[in-house]
Nanobody
Framework: QVQLVESGGGLVQPGGSLSLSCATS????????MAWYRQAPGAQRELVAS???????NYADSVKGRFTISRDNVKHSLHLQMNSLKAEDTAVYYC????????WGQGTQVTVSS
């Protein structure tokens, strides 16, 4: 079955960096677009960044220039490098197969606080 397992979340001070990873299995990773979403307390889940099978990327305006999404089609993994983190980046971050009805991971908590 399809599995997506996020890791790398944690507590970081404002201005710091974190690197998230999503290990996947159970599907042909290389032929699907992928994405990172996040959900802050009391807010709707929102798209953070997406990447096509060819490596084309798209970012939410709020993270442009600070976050970088990448994929490793050999290791079937998705990554999100987050720099210059702000308090408003605090959320649960989810990895997703970016298609209609695409599978979700269980999420990893990112907390940005001093």
């Amino acid at each position: 079955q399809v599995q997506l397992v996020e890791s790398g979340g944690g507590l970081v001070q404002p201005g710091g960096s974190l690197s998230l990873s999503c290990a996947t299995s159970g599907f042909m990773f290389g032929i699907y677009p992928m994405a990172w979403y996040r959900q802050a307390p009391g807010a709707q889940r929102e798209l953070v960044a997406s990447i096509t099978t060819g490596g084309r990327t798209n970012y939410a305006d709020s993270v442009k220039g600070r976050f970088t999404i990448s994929r490793d089609n050999v290791k079937h993994s998705l990554h999100l490098q987050m720099n210059s983190l702000k308090a408003e980046d605090t959320a649960v971050y989810y990895c997703r197969v970016n298609t209609t009805g695409g599978s979700w991971g269980q999420g990893t908590q990112v907390t940005v606080s001093s």
